[in-house]
């Protein structure tokens, strides 16, 4: 348990990091247009495969938001790299209608999901842990 809260606290940190590194300019000046602006998401991720690793093993109620916090987090950054892999065969396939349908289709679903749907996940299911005082 004492690993999953280390990592609770740890992922929080990362993303309030990356809410820094997009909406304060002198920070997003930093990384903008350098490998680095992915490091963020990238240990984001990673920290939320840890928190589904390490919150398999709590035994109660508790185990259920972090393992939500945990997927929200490594969802993000999967969800976001299928958006753009979907959109990139979208543009490929202009030639073919119905393909390019679906692939619109399947970008705009993956885009949704990572920008939106991960992101309210995770802040949703870090304040009811922290609220509940997990």
Known sequence: MNRAKFIFCLLNLVFVFILIQFFVPLINELFQGSELFLLPMAIFCLLGILLIIFSRKIETKKKRYFMINGFSAAGFLIF??????????????????????????????????????????????????IIKKY
């Open 80 to 129: 976001v790299i299928l958006h753009n892999v979907f959109y990139a065969f979208a543009e490929l396939s202009a030639e073919i209608i119905f393909l390019k349908t679906i692939l619109e289709f399947m970008h705009g679903l993956f885009f949704i999901i990572g920008l939106i749907v991960c992101p309210l996940a995770f802040i949703v299911s870090s304040l009811i842990i």
